[in-house]
T-cell receptor, first 114, second 111 residues
């Protein structure tokens, strides 16, 4: 089984709809991240969480919210989706508590907003 | 100015050759450096991390770090068509918890 899973893997939604992307990990890592990737723009950080009670905004948090339901689960919500949120979304984890700053990525969610 | 710069490529090399991928960073206090491989439509996969000046080897991959010149490179020996992908460089500054990613270099290995 994959260490970092994301659901759904593909989603098409309409403008104005609320959508949630979910991330789960079995790696036991303390830190979790949400990125989006657009062609030509690279990876951009949306939100990150050090633990269940510590959530921080990244460089492009407007229009997004997150919830860290447990150490292993980190969800990203788009409250009212808009077409320019069409992108590839990745969840990542790292094991800072274990002294390791390497990030490990989930398989991604391809989101299309029409 | 992007903090981590990579040539977008594509870099084209023949099968069996050495592919050399370069990355420069602007923040002198960067202390952790990472190379990821990303196939089209897939997620980034960590190849290796490097923290000290010099070379670090893992199989066909060698990462090289030169903090004085603020560059990090990735050499791929005996390149294979399956190495064709985009390679992302990332750097994390001391005191920050988040790495900054470059936009990636596209590598094409042709038979």
């Amino acid at each position: 089984d994959a260490d970092v899973t994301q659901t759904p893997r593909n989603r098409i939604t309409k403008t104005g709809k609320r959508i949630m992307l979910e991330c789960s990990q079995t790696k036991g890592h303390d830190r979790m991240y949400w990125y989006r990737q657009d062609p030509g723009l690279g990876l951009r950080l949306i939100y990150y969480s050090f633990d269940v009670k510590d959530i921080n905004k990244g460089e492009i948090s407007d229009g997004y919210s997150v919830s860290r339901q447990a150490q292993a689960k980190f969800s990203l919500s788009l409250e009212s989706a808009i077409p320019n949120q069409t992108a590839l979304y990745f969840c990542a984890t790292s094991d800072w508590a274990g002294g390791n700053d390497e990030q490990y990525f989930g398989p991604g969610t391809r989101l299309t907003v029409t | 100015q992007k903090e981590v710069e990579q040539n977008s490529g594509p870099l084209s090399v023949p099968e069996g050759a050495i592919a050399s991928l370069n990355c420069t960073y602007s923040d002198r206090v960067s202390q952790s450096f990472f190379w990821y491989r990303q196939y089209s439509g897939k997620s980034p996969e960590l190849i290796m991390s490097i923290y000290s000046n010099g070379d670090k080897e893992d199989g066909r991959f060698t990462a090289q770090l030169n903090k004085a010149s603020q560059y990090v490179s990735l050499l791929i020996r005996d390149s294979q068509p399956s190495d064709s992908a985009t390679y992302l460089c990332a750097a994390r500054r001391g005191g920050s918890y988040i790495p900054t990613f470059g936009r990636g270099t596209s590598l094409i290995v042709h038979p």
